[in-house]
């Protein structure tokens, strides 16, 4: 069975310091993977989404940035944290566009 | 553009009833997909349901089911015997297929179950 795995569980940065989560899915080939971020506990926002190795979708012009440098992987970075990048970040997959995407555990991240 | 509405911020029900949870979307295309997510106190989001638009059949699963009325763009979903362990921020989400499967959510709607 497939699985998706998200670390850290929690983080607390300063504000200009560096960020990176990573996202790894087991039991599939070639899934889309996609990043969202969850404020205040309300909706969920798309970040990124990735159809392959190397093929990053952006959404929302920011300071984040993500890579899949490997088939299962996919990272969230930033080179500079904001306040503003406080939040909840969820990892989810597919198996196919227009496929159900199921999410992973989640990482807190808070910016002091 | 595609947005997705839960006019009920917070719902109540007593455990064994019955509680219907509201979304209404707008949408130009006729070929989508619609899904309720549980998000439990953990945060992790938690698949319900899925509803494909061309069926006319309502999804079922288990004790949850939706009324899905297309013309009416409206996707309510039925949880039924409610359990305490149902108790959770449940959000409507409709995916956009063209655009990388991409999910666009409700803002919530926050259900508890008394005991």
């Known amino acids: 069975s497939q699985t998706i795995h998200q670390w850290p569980a929690t983080l607390v940065q300063p504000v200009g310091s560096p960020l990176s989560l990573e996202c790894t899915v087991e039991?599939?080939?070639?899934?889309?993977l996609y990043w969202y971020r969850q404020a205040a506990g309300r909706g969920l926002q798309l970040l990124f989404y990735?159809?392959?190795?190397?093929?990053i979708s952006s959404e929302v012009p920011q300071n984040l940035s993500a890579s899949r440098p490997q088939d299962r992987q996919f990272i969230l970075s930033s080179k500079k944290l904001l306040l503003s990048d406080s939040g909840f970040y969820l990892c989810?997959?597919?198996?196919?566009?227009?496929?159900?995407?199921?999410f992973g555990p989640g990482t807190r991240l808070l910016v002091l | 553009a595609q947005t997705v509405t839960q006019s009920q911020p917070e719902m109540s029900v007593q455990e064994a009833e019955t509680v219907t949870l509201s979304c209404t979307y707008d949408?130009?295309?006729?070929?989508?997909?619609l899904f309720w997510y549980k998000q439990p106190p953990s945060r992790q989001m938690i698949l319900v349901i899925r509803?494909?638009?061309?069926?006319?059949q309502n999804a079922t699963e288990n004790r949850f089911s939706v009324n899905f009325q297309k013309a009416a763009k409206s996707f309510s979903l039925k949880i039924s015997d409610s359990q305490l362990g149902d108790a959770a921020m449940y959000f409507c989400?409709?995916?956009?297929?063209?655009?990388?499967?991409?999910?666009?959510f409700g803002q919530g709607t926050e259900l508890s179950v008394k005991p």
């Open positions: 039991g599939t080939s070639n899934p889309n």
């Open positions: 949408t130009s295309e006729s070929d989508y997909y």
């Open positions: 509803q494909e638009a061309y069926k006319q």
């Open positions: 989810a997959w597919s198996e196919i566009v227009g496929g159900t995407q199921y």
């Open positions: 989400a409709y995916l956009l297929y063209n655009q990388g499967g991409k999910l666009i």
């Open positions: 990735s159809v392959g190795i190397g093929q």
